[in-house]
């Protein structure tokens, strides 16, 4: 299954990009997508995650053609 990742603020330059297509498998979930782009285990407690623009939790899972946002935390003044 194909997955866009978007990633944004402080996520984008510690990563080092901005959007990327990932493969991952059927069954696979929004932390299993972090954990392909990041290199990392779990996704970090501070992350939000989206999938289509909805705010979800890292165990929901993906389906072909989802789109994946992760967004560090954001502080406001």
Do not use: C, Q
Not at 23 to 41: I, L, N, R, S
Not at 61 to 71: C, I, N, T, Y
């Amino acid at each position: 299954m194909k997955i866009k990742v978007r990633l944004f603020a402080g996520l984008r330059e510690r990563l080092g990009f901005a959007d990327r297509d990932v493969e991952v498998g059927e069954g696979h979930t929004v932390g299993d997508v972090w954990a392909a782009v990041a290199g990392a285990g779990d996704l970090p407690d501070n992350v939000m995650a989206a999938l289509n623009m909805d705010y979800v939790k890292p165990e929901t899972r993906v389906s072909d053609g989802d789109e994946v946002a992760f967004f560090p935390p954001v502080t406001g003044g």
